[in-house]
């Protein structure tokens, strides 16, 4: 069995790939497009992981932990993260107001009620 590393520019018209379902005689065909369209989109992925890289540089380190809060459990209370980070309540309101100022969270409810999300 030949194996070449995967590319463009040595890739024929289409290219079948063995897997568990050669064996119902189905095959998978890679062609160039697709492999020119996962490369635009590791590309864009790239641009964005780098992004949001000097995003956080630029961010206090509580704003930060915020953020990441919310990106692992989807939403975002102030007891959680009075309860993670141990700062006080008006410093953590004052960060929540910036982050939903500059579009990073969006608010939910109201009062003690209210909850943050990512946009």
């Known amino acids: ?9 040595n890739l024929p018209d289409s290219l079948p790939v063995n897997g568990p379902l050669s064996s119902r005689r189905a095959k998978v065909k890679i062609r160039r497009r697709d492999v020119g369209i996962l490369q635009q989109q590791k590309r864009r992925l ?30 975002v209370t ?14 953590l309101k004052e960060h929540f107001r910036r982050l939903t ?14 909850w943050y999300a990512l946009p």
């Open 101 to 114: 100022e500059q579009g990073h969270l969006v608010r939910h409810g109201t009062g003690k009620g209210s």
């Open 1 to 9: 069995m030949n194996v070449f590393p995967l590319s463009v520019a």
């Open 46 to 75: 790239a641009e964005k992981v780098e992004r949001e890289k000097l995003l956080l540089a630029a961010m206090p380190e509580l704003a930060a932990r915020i953020l990441d809060h919310g990106r692992r459990h989807g939403c």
């Open 78 to 91: 102030m007891g959680e993260i009075i309860r993670v980070t141990g700062a006080s309540r008006n410093t």
